[in-house]
Structure formats: structure tokens, C-alpha cells
């Protein structure tokens, strides 16, 4: 047993930590995950290392006071949970963010360890925060993003999510320097080689988009107007209408304008995010041009 003094060990009734029942285990667990990180213990009665840990987890949770919520499983009581999260031996800790694993171990752990293990979850629940933030309020993303990785400077998924707000937000110069300063490394993940793909298209923005489409529309036959018109499409995100110009180039110029054509619309593909569906068919229409 622990030896903190009575003033340090959470009372029954704590709102911050929970004995599931098999009735409330979704709700306690994948439900509230939506809301605040969950640390799940999956423990039994007859377990020693368990009557060590357990305490330590629950003194903890009153210590963060909310910004975790602790639910302790009894394996004798709850075997099919422990059975859904691939439990073969305890204690077995997860820590369930979004109604995923985030994080996971086996076995008794000393407090600091414990500690630091809890704050990569936290920094792991601001993260998931961070890439909900990112479609609705795109300048709280960008806060959230600069606070992490001023707590955590070497994280390069915070460092890629900041990349891809600050180029949301137009703060062109700050996202191709920090483009810049994880291409130095040798190489890109994917999520950056989008950010990067995106910002080159940036660059092709056309404020005079209307007189561009005037030009190549009245000279049809002009490939370099097409070409232009094409990249200043790309610039402006209007990418159907960007993929199908430089369809139509490459089987009118496939060497010249095509080819260049060509390399726009693997850039699109690129910048596009997962599961576009402008994708998959842009990709089959390429290459039964091509081949």
C-alpha cells in the first residue's frame, strides 16, 4: 500500500476516478474519451502488482484534478472488456483518447515514469484537440499547435499540424521555414509532403484569376495559356476544374504543356487530403492517358 498521507489518497467518490460496471463501461470509457482523456486499469483483487499500481493511478488523478479521468476494470467482473482491448495479463493500463488506444502498458510502474507516461497522453489528447480544431477554428488549431511544441520543440506531428495552420492562415513565410526545417532532416513524412505540396500550389495563387480564364479562353489553342490557366486554378484550390485542364493538355501536348500538366496533377494528388475523392478517379483517367 501506498504510505502518502490520508490527504493525498482520493476519497470514494471521486469524480475523477471510477469503478466500471459492465453496464457503464462503454459510457465511463469510449463515450467520455470524447470529452477528457481516459486512463482505463484493468486490474483484479488477487493481483499484487495491481494493489501497487492502483493506488498510485488514483492519487494521481486526484493530483491532475480532472485532466484525466481514471476508470478501473476488475477483470473478474468485466472479462469480455478485457477481452475487447486484447488484455492477456495485469495490470494492463490504456489510455483511450477519441475512443482510440493512444497509449498503452504492462505491469506496475514506478510514480515518475507513471508521470511522464500520463503527460505524453495529455499531449496526445491536445494534439487530437488541436486536428479537431483545424476545420472549425482554424486560428484556435494554430494556438493550440504553438503551445505544444513550445512544451514539446522536437514533436514533428505538432510541428506538421502548425505547418498546415500557419499555411491555412496565410503565414506563407513562417510554414515554408518550418517546411524547410524538417526537410533539412533528409526527408518528409507524409502528412508534410501534403503541407509542402499545398504550399507549392500556394504559390501559383492568381489574384487576377477572371482575366487568366478571359485569356485562355479566347486563344484555346494555346497551350501555355491553358498551362497558366491550369496553375492559377491549382493556386485558387479549384482542383476539378485544375485536374480536367491538364487532363485535356496531355493528350493535346503530351511532351511539352503535358508533361508539365502531368507533374500539376501529382502535386494536386499530393496536397489532396486522404480519401479525396477527386483522387482515384483523376488518378485511373491519368493513366490510361498515359499508357
Partial sequence: MSDNSESDVPQPGSPWVVESTAETFADEVLVRSQEVPVVLDFWAPWCAPCRALGPVLEKLAQEYQGSFALVKADTDLHPEAAAQF???????????????????FNGAMPEAELRDWIDQVLVINQYSEALRLEEIAPEAALAKYQSLLTNDPQNTDVKIGLARMLLQTEQVDAC?????????????????????????????????????????????DDVELQFHLAESLAGAEQYQEALDLCLALIEKDRQGAGERSRLLMLEIFRALPDGSPLVAPYQRKLSMLLY
Fill in 86 to 104: 486484447g488484455v492477456q495479463g495485469i495490470p494492463a493500463v490504456y489510455a483511450v483518447v477519441d475512443g482510440k488506444i493512444a497509449n498503452a
Fill in 176 to 220: 515554408r521555414a518550418l517546411i524547410a526545417e524538417l526537410e533539412n532532416r533528409g526527408y518528409l513524412e507524409p502528412e508534410a509532403e501534403k503541407v509542402k505540396a499545398a504550399l507549392d500550389l500556394h504559390g501559383m495563387k492568381d489574384d487576377h484569376l477572371a482575366e487568366t480564364r478571359a485569356a485562355a479562353e479566347a486563344k484555346p
